[in-house]
């Protein structure tokens, strides 16, 4: 059974910065794509950023370029998204899903996610 376990998120105000980690089991995670989506109050749950296997491929949804960085550690089947320069449109439930490709993830072809870990940003 697929796991994906997201931890990090928290309050932080404006401009600050936080790191998000999600923990994989129950597969072979350092041959899939992982990746991060957001969902805010009242809206459609979006993509935020996927890397490929090796880390070598990473893609970004526009709002978060230049501010979010997302890496991963396969010795730890873990994927991290940093955060800097948050403002409150960043504030939402960030969910950890795994793919076979980080295009498709990016395209939310993907058949697992996480239970999401809320990140609020005070203004």
């Known amino acids: 059974q697929v796991q994906l376990v997201e931890s990090g998120g928290g309050l932080v105000q404006a401009g600050g910065s936080l790191r998000l980690s999600c923990a994989a089991s129950g597969g072979t995670f350092s041959i899939y794509a992982m990746g991060w989506f957001r969902q805010a109050p009242g809206k459609e749950r979006e993509f935020v950023a996927a890397?490929?296997?090796?880390?070598?491929?990473?893609v970004y949804a526009d709002s978060v370029k230049g501010r979010f960085t997302i890496s991963r550690e396969n010795a730890k089947n873990t994927v991290y998204l940093q955060m800097n320069s948050l403002k409150p449109e960043d504030t939402a439930v960030y969910y950890c899903t795994v793919g076979s490709d980080y295009l498709r993830v990016q395209a939310a072809r993907v058949d697992y996610w996480g239970k999401g870990t809320l990140v609020t940003v005070s203004s």
């Open positions: 890397i490929n296997w090796s880390g070598g491929r990473t």
